[in-house]
């Protein structure tokens, strides 16, 4: 995994387990971490690390926006890995193939690009319907 400073930040105070559990869970997202133990936000941390090492994250981060990185690295290895037992257990590679769906994470960050792009894109199209000559400008 390619360490960010989020994950060395989260390593220092929480420990390499509890980082990896957050970045298993909740990685690609911004999540502002509450300071009291209540609420969705909560309720995912504690899902996602036990409710010490959530109570923890709460006296340390508390009020705090994090973003908790993707673990890439990871997910290709574990799809590498996926297709080395389907070969071990006799599947062809037609089949491995045909079977290989692999859910694809993203970030927070690249839904809002994704998100904004298309805004940008039906702004510039509302634009050029009205410089079409038959579209009449009030005023």
């Known amino acids: 995994m390619i360490v960010c400073t989020t994950m060395e930040l989260l390593t220092e105070y929480l420990g390499i387990e509890t980082a990896l559990r957050l970045v298993e869970a909740l990685g690609g997202?911004?999540?502002?971490?509450?300071?009291?133990?209540a609420g969705a936000t909560w309720e995912r941390l504690v899902r996602a690390v036990g409710e010490e090492e959530a109570q923890r994250m709460t006296e340390i981060f508390g009020g705090e926006k994090l973003y908790i990185?993707?673990?890439?690295?990871g997910e290709i290895e574990a799809q590498r890995e996926w297709v080395l037992r389907q070969r071990a257990s006799g599947?062809?590679?037609?089949?491995?193939?045909?079977?290989a769906v692999f859910q694809v994470r993203r970030s927070s960050r690249w839904v809002r690009r994704v998100?904004?792009?298309?805004?940008?894109m039906a702004r510039q199209m509302d634009?050029?319907?009205?410089?079409?000559?038959?579209?009449?400008?009030?005023?």
Request: aromatic share 2%; charged share 35%; proline share 7%.
């Open 69 to 73: 990185p993707l673990d890439r690295a």
């Open 127 to 139: 634009q050029r319907q009205l410089e079409l000559p038959w579209v009449k400008r009030k005023g």
């Open 29 to 37: 997202c911004d999540i502002v971490v509450p300071k009291r133990q």
């Open 91 to 99: 599947a062809t590679i037609d089949e491995i193939a045909a079977g």
């Open 115 to 120: 998100l904004a792009a298309a805004d940008e």
